[in-house]
């Protein structure tokens, strides 16, 4: 009875008030169906990288700093359909978004030994001006979508971002590294001292933020690294 007052009656009603449409593609879907139609939902580029020992997103972290594992969920491409979810979480006011590409990663990695050793989660901080402006860290919405499925902590004040630096879009691979040198600091090194800690971000290009926030964590701590994130851009 429920389930057919649910389906007869509850979501028509939220289709007609609040017309939903799919994250990647625009098409309007039915508010039961998530966040994307079934035709995005069947094409999502998936990496697969959760399941090799050497991938991508491992081999340009290890350039560098020594993680245990990195992986990234989706590849990124421009006027792809991942660029216009990130797009969306990151500029048009939209957290659920990450907790839902969050929720993805932990689906996809739970069978992972490399993931279920890990003790905590640390979303790539945002400076808190930034913050403020934009009224949320993606990358934390990212996490909370992790540490959610895979009921693991998450540690939202371990590492602090201290310089409220420029975009990197436009920037090449040095100047990439020159902007973050220096822009993150170990705030409570108690909290992952001797763990193993899974870095999180949205997207994985140079490596030059997930290498300097990894490095704040590594020189202030005895603990093992790994690096996760929603998508993976070529350079």
């Not at 007052?5 to 994250?23: G, H, N, S």
């Amino acid at each position: 009875m429920l389930q057919f007052f649910k389906t007869q009656v509850y979501y028509p009603v939220l289709d007609l008030l609040f017309p939903k449409y799919c994250i990647a593609c625009e098409t309007l879907i039915s508010a039961e169906a998530g966040f994307l139609c079934l035709s995005c939902k069947h094409t999502l580029p998936y990496t697969d990288m959760e399941k090799m020992e050497e991938n991508t997103a491992q081999i340009r972290m290890l350039t560098r700093l020594p993680v245990q594992f990195a992986a990234s969920l989706l590849y990124f491409v421009d006027a792809g359909m991942v660029r216009a979810m990130l797009h969306k979480l990151k500029y048009q006011n939209r957290p659920e978004i990450g907790s839902y590409l969050g929720e993805l990663m932990a689906q996809k990695f739970a069978s992972q030994a490399w993931f279920r050793s890990v003790d905590a989660i640390v979303p790539v901080p945002l400076h808190p001006a930034k913050k403020v402006k934009r009224g949320y860290n993606q990358s934390a919405c990212i996490a909370e979508g992790i540490a959610s499925y895979s009921r693991k902590p998450m540690l939202l004040n371990a590492v602090k971002r201290i310089r409220n630096t420029s975009s990197q879009t436009d920037k090449n691979r040095k100047e990439r590294m020159l902007n973050v040198a220096d822009a993150f600091t170990l705030h409570r090194a108690n909290q992952i001292e001797g763990k193993h800690i899974l870095l999180v971000d949205d997207v994985l290009t140079t490596g030059a933020t997930l290498g300097a926030c990894g490095r704040s964590i590594l020189t202030g701590t005895n603990c093992t690294l790994s690096i996760a994130t929603a998508a993976i851009a070529y350079y």
